[in-house]
């Protein structure tokens, strides 16, 4: 049963990389002819700078007609492609769209759809639009379409997309990597090629974030933790550990905060899109760590009967937060998607410490093991090694 999907969907992508590389070239060498102009090559193409895509397209100034045809293909069997110009905005809210993809029965579906928010929808173009129709060839589907302009345009705003899949007539949900946020940019008329292959402002915050947040919760604060469970078992350590220790979490937990600020700010301006669990454990682990932050003040003495009340709270609310952070920098990871070299790092530095932590901690239980043996070990020249709490 999983055998039979898995295998034609294997065959699917060996097929699509094969066409994604011969596509990969360039739109000259596609040589497509508009038949709604006694099937004359396009006067003009270009590669799109994002998802693989191919626009062409010839400008009749005189009777302000658009024609153009839109090379894409979609990321899955069943998917979806989509070109639409935007004459309100830059992105996907306003887009004037032509959506097209194969149903099962081999039939190629065009249809227009007005993205009016990310929420609404509808069939009626605020353009004219002619001779729609669609085909597919080996994977690769194609859309072709007259546009009115308006008289002496010179550029327009362009937007692309493909989506995954079609339930009931209905597209799907496209994927939210850069790849897919970064498909738009101008079209000009003349031919003449804009660099449009920017990374768009919401990305570069969402970068920002992801940074922050990763050298925060993912790195200062572990970093801190061991600094605290391992350094201060030397004696000639103390204080030291302890200015160490806070001044790592002070500092994680500034850049952390502005981190956490520029996260709920990327949420409140993303209409449409919610990562729940993402947000939820975020505001989690700020209200947890606040409350590190105030308890320091709080802090009884070190022979109050109450500390190691304080020592269990404080240790508890400690390796949870390390333990959110590090799930949520992975969720932001899936979110973000960034290249994989990222990814790598981080596990490649987090995997470090926590080397690090364990080879500390063997050393501190095998010392400690020693020291219930009846050894004294702080007649050494070792630092006496003692597992401490507080
Ligand atoms: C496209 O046209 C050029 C020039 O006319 C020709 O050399 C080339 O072989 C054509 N390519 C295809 C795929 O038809
Ligand atoms: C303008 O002319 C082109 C052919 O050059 C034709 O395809 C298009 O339909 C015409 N537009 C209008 C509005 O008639
Ligand atoms: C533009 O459209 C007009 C009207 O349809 C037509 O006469 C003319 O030949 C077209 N020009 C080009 C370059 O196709
Ligand atoms: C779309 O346009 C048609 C014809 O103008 C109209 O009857 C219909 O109500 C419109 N639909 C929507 C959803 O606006």
Known sequence: ?????????????????????????TCTTQNLTDASNNNKLYANCMDLPKQNAFLHWTHNASNSTLSVAFVAIPPFLG???????????????GAQALVAYKGDDGVVTVFPLNIQSYS???RNLTIDVWNLRGEEDGGVIRIFVNIKVPENAVTLNQVWQVGPSVTAGRIDRHALAPENLNSKGPLNLDGSQSVVDGVDSRTKRKNIHGILNVVSWGF??????????????????????????VGCQLSAYIIGVAGWITGLKLGSQSEGIVYTLHRNIGIAIFCLCTIQMFALFLRPNKDHKYRVFWNVYHHSFGYT????????????????NPEEKWKSSYIGVISVLAIIALFLESKTVLSTAGATDGTDVSNTAQPSIKLRWY
């Open 1 to 25: 049963m999983v055998l039979s999907t898995t295998i034609p969907l294997l065959l699917y992508f060996i097929l699509i990389t094969l066409i994604a590389n011969t596509y990969a070239k």
């Open 120 to 122: 609404m929808t509808s």
């Open 79 to 93: 998917g979806w492609v989509a070109w639409a110009i935007n004459p309100t905005s830059t992105g996907m809210v």
């Open 220 to 245: 200062l604060f572990p970093l801190g933790i061991v600094i605290a469970r391992y350094m201060r078992i030397f004696p000639c350590a103390d204080p030291t550990w302890f200015y160490l220790h």
């Open 321 to 336: 937060i390390i333990i959110l952070g590090i799930i949520n920098i992975f969720k932001g990871f899936d979110i973000l």
